[in-house]
């Protein structure tokens, strides 16, 4: 079995996936169109995400554990930096992700400082 990734997924975009089947929203609020791509963490890393990205967000998340196994064939998943000169590399996910494919959620609440 290959390590689970996380996503910190806005609670409303995750409400909406499990209607539609498959979680089309990335934490920012764009469309996979406008991004390309949903970011993901380690278990080693998400921690460290909601504390940098999400200091100051009001707003209730989710984090989903994802199973890399159960993607759809054909998602590809790369490591990438976040921005040029980072010295962390994150999995980032190109394609949907389907709910399926979460094995696990849990809510979370502000402040994630």
Same mark, same amino acid.
Request: glycine share 8%; net charge negative; hydrophobic share 35%.
């Given at each position: 079995?290959?390590?689970?990734?996380?996503?910190?997924?806005?609670?409303?975009?995750?409400?909406?996936? *499990?209607?539609? +089947? $498959?979680?089309? %929203?990335?934490?920012?609020?764009?469309?996979?169109? @406008? #991004?390309? &791509?949903? =970011? /993901?963490?380690?278990?080693?890393?998400?921690?460290?995400?909601?504390?940098?990205?999400?200091?100051?967000?009001?707003?209730?998340?989710?984090?989903?554990?994802?199973?890399?196994?159960? *993607?759809?064939? +054909? $998602?590809?998943? %790369?490591?990438?930096?976040?921005?040029?000169?980072? @010295? #962390?590399? &994150?999995? =980032? /996910?190109?394609?949907?992700?389907?709910?399926?494919?979460?094995?696990?959620?849990?809510?979370?609440?502000?402040?994630?400082?």
């Amino acid at each position: 079995m290959t390590d689970p990734i996380f996503h910190l997924a806005e609670a409303d975009h995750w409400a909406r996936a *499990l209607e539609s +089947g $498959t979680y089309r %929203r990335s934490s920012l609020g764009r469309s996979l169109e @406008d #991004e390309g &791509f949903i =970011h /993901l963490s380690t278990a080693e890393q998400w921690p460290a995400v909601l504390g940098r990205y999400y200091r100051d967000h009001e707003g209730e998340l989710v984090l989903l554990t994802v199973d890399p196994d159960l *993607l759809d064939p +054909g $998602t590809e998943l %790369r490591w990438e930096a976040p921005a040029p000169g980072a @010295d #962390e590399l &994150f999995p =980032h /996910l190109y394609g949907p992700l389907p709910v399926s494919a979460v094995t696990a959620t849990r809510p979370l609440s502000p402040p994630y400082g």
